[in-house]
């Protein structure tokens, strides 16, 4: 199956602050990649996308950043809320799916302290 | 953007009895649906790619005759969870997916505990 089964990381910052979520993808030729963010006991909610032909996109408060040499997507947040407070991943696309499959990265815990 | 309702939002089931979750597409079409299972504090694992009018295709080690698939309608998947025993006591989530749109849209999640 997909996904990794290890233990989510956690990154603690304090309101206002930025934050940087890192994630590593598996495959070279993966054309386009997701970050969610969880809540606890919900599903994920779609935060911003990127394609392989870019190495930046930004919206509003987020920005994602794509360093395909080695394989490295980031999730910039901008002055950190408490709200910002959950489970975010990273979700690549490997080339041979055309249903829409993806392939989820660890995750990381994002701990907003007031 | 498309809607997807997934039902019910938890379930508490006795050993041995099935349980069965729902995944709708409220607006949309959807001829693909994907079930994942999720595990505290653990990411999401594809368990089946459920496709309308055909038979699921579920990744490896997914026991199929025990997480029944069925996606009779274009609106709506059901998974089935057969003679549920407690380590299938997990977090359950439904994503669709539009080829025309490439954001991935995904249900609210069932919380499911066997006792």
Redesign the interface.
Known sequence: ????????PTLSVQEGDNSIINCAYSNSASD?F?W?KQES??????II?IRSNMDKRQGQRVTVLLNKTVKHLSLQIAATQPGDSAVY?CAERPPSSN?????????T?LQVKP | GAVVSQHPSWVICKSGTSVKIECRSLDFQATTMFWYRQFPKQSLMLMATSNEGSKATYEQGVEKDKFLINHASLTLSTLTVTSAHPEDSSFYICRIYRSSNTEAFFGQGTRLTVV
Not at chain 1, 41 to 46: A, C, E, I, N, T
Not at chain 1, 99 to 107: A, E, S, V
């Open positions: 199956g997909e996904s990794v089964g290890l233990h989510l386009y997701i969610y006991g919900k599903g994920p909610q779609f996308d991943f249903t829409g499959k993806l392939i989820f990265g660890q995750g815990t």
